[in-house]
């Protein structure tokens, strides 16, 4: 059974970091590619950053950039998202994402863990 298990969510302080940690297990994911996404309260789904579990390039949004980190442990089969310097606008849901690179592509998700980012 596939599963994507995200902990690490809370309440922070403005400027304060956090982990999320995304544990996978149920299959291999050397073809996938390991992201994080965000939903906050009305709007939609957006990328924040991924890995790419064979490789290792990363990728981010502009809106987090130089504030959050990507980065995943092969041998423990998580993937992990150093947030630092939160913002209040990061507060959402966050879910972990799996997403097969080559055809046919493939998508796994998280339940989601809920960051919340007080001024």
């Known amino acids: 059974q596939v599963q994507l298990v995200e902990s690490g969510g809370g309440l922070v302080q403005a400027g304060g970091p956090l982990r999320l940690s995304c544990v996978a297990s149920?299959?291999?994911?050397?073809?996938?590619?390991m992201g994080w996404f965000r939903q906050a309260p009305g709007k939609e789904r957006e990328f924040v950053a991924a890995?790419?579990?064979?490789?290792?390039?990363?990728y981010y949004a502009d809106s987090v950039k130089g504030r959050f980190t990507i980065s995943r442990d092969n041998a423990k089969n998580t993937v992990y998202l150093q947030m630092n310097s939160l913002k209040p606008e990061d507060t959402a849901v966050y879910y972990c994402?799996?997403?097969?690179?080559?055809?046919?592509?493939?998508?796994?998700w998280g339940q989601g863990t809920q960051v919340t980012v007080s001024s």
């Open positions: 890995v790419d579990w064979s490789a290792g390039r990363t």
């Open positions: 149920g299959r291999t994911w050397s073809s996938f590619r």
């Open positions: 994402n799996a997403h097969r690179v080559p055809y046919p592509p493939m998508d796994y």
